[in-house]
């Protein structure tokens, strides 16, 4: 049961993307309450994040018209790259504004935001993470915790799944079964996004001390920055 969930959690419902919403009741001091049916499941685990069932649901998210009207109509927030970015710069601890890699990187996806700016925006989840994924006891696959679901590029869903998930070797043939025909400006948007990701996380590792996880984060963003500067040799 929650209290004034949005009603866009109605919306996710009735597409089968959230479990079923039992009923919804305004109390006499004007709150809504909603109640949604218990279902028996489990989280995915890491390996199973690159499977077809996640890629198709992501897709459905991404892709659907009714969405996309509903969080318009409840007033969703617009994330532009600049929101994304000033996310990490907010309160960035004086160790990571001194690393060198994470400042070389921090500069070029600022000066490149205006070349993906005006990208096409669709529903997106916003904590794209296996625990909020609900397998149930009949194979059947939820995204839940909707609490950050924004209107963006779809590539930033994208890049938080490939980030955590997805060997960066198999980036590509993901891509592929997500159903992407993927040209200069979608490698633009999912370089841009991948990195921006991966401050983000390396941020979030930091600030909880998990310093294995930042330095392999690291290491991937060397990569993908390496990478893009090649792509222009």
């Known amino acids: 049961m929650k209290r004034n969930s ?4 109605a919306a996710l419902s009735v597409e089968g993307i959230t479990p079923r919403l039992i009923w919804t009741k305004r109390v006499g001091n004007g709150d809504v309450l909603t109640a949604q049916e218990w279902l028996n499941g489990r989280e995915l685990n890491p390996d199973e994040m690159k499977g077809k069932s996640v890629r198709d649901i992501l897709h459905r998210i991404h892709h659907s018209e009714n ?3 509903m969080l318009q109509k409840v007033k969703g927030e617009i994330f532009n790259p600049i929101n994304f970015y000033n996310l990490y710069v907010a309160d960035l601890p004086d160790d990571l504004k001194s690393n060198s890699v994470l400042q070389q990187v921090t500069e070029y996806v600022k000066n490149s935001i205006a070349s993906i700016d005006d990208s096409q925006k669709t529903v997106c989840h916003g904590d794209v ?3 909020n994924f ?3 006891e009949e194979d059947r696959l939820y995204l839940v915790d909707w609490e950050m679901v924004k209107i963006a590029d779809p590539f930033s869903d994208i890049s ?4 955590q998930y997805v060997p960066y070797e198999e980036w590509g043939t993901w891509l592929e079964q ?4 993927m040209n200069d400006n979608m490698e633009r948007r999912l370089e841009w996004y991948s990195m921006m990701v991966c401050l983000c996380m390396i941020k979030k590792s930091h600030s909880q001390d998990r310093n294995m996880e930042m330095n392999q984060l690291i290491l991937l963003l060397k990569k993908l920055y390496q990478n893009r500067l090649n792509s222009y040799l």
């Open 6 to 9: 949005s009603p866009f959690l």
């Open 67 to 69: 969405l996309l009207k």
């Open 129 to 131: 993470n296996r625990k």
């Open 134 to 136: 609900l397998l149930d």
């Open 160 to 163: 938080t799944l490939l980030v």
């Open 178 to 181: 997500y159903g992407l025909r």
